[in-house]
């Protein structure tokens, strides 16, 4: 009973301090979590600027039957 009490004091006064050290602090690196969110526009272009499309290749010569479907 007793170890489960410590463990419940310790956790009391662990896990705040622990949260309040994690959440405050200054990291180093990027932000995970910007404080501004990107509009869609700017999200795209961001996507798009690191997923560049790849040119569609010509198509090749369809033959006659394809072209009277096409017509």
Known sequence: MELI????????????VFL????GGNHP???R?????PTA??????WLAA???KA???PA???DAFERIAA
Do not use: K, Q, S, T
Not at 9 to 15: D, P, Q, S
Not at 41 to 46: G, H, I, Q, R, Y
């Open 5 to 16: 009490a410590a463990a419940v004091a310790f956790y009391a006064i662990v896990l705040p």
């Open 20 to 23: 309040v050290l994690e959440m």
């Open 29 to 31: 690196g990027a932000p």
């Open 33 to 37: 979590w910007p404080a501004r969110m």
């Open 41 to 46: 526009e700017e999200a795209a272009a961001a």
């Open 51 to 53: 997923h560049p499309l």
């Open 56 to 58: 569609i290749p010509a």
């Open 61 to 63: 010569a369809a033959n």
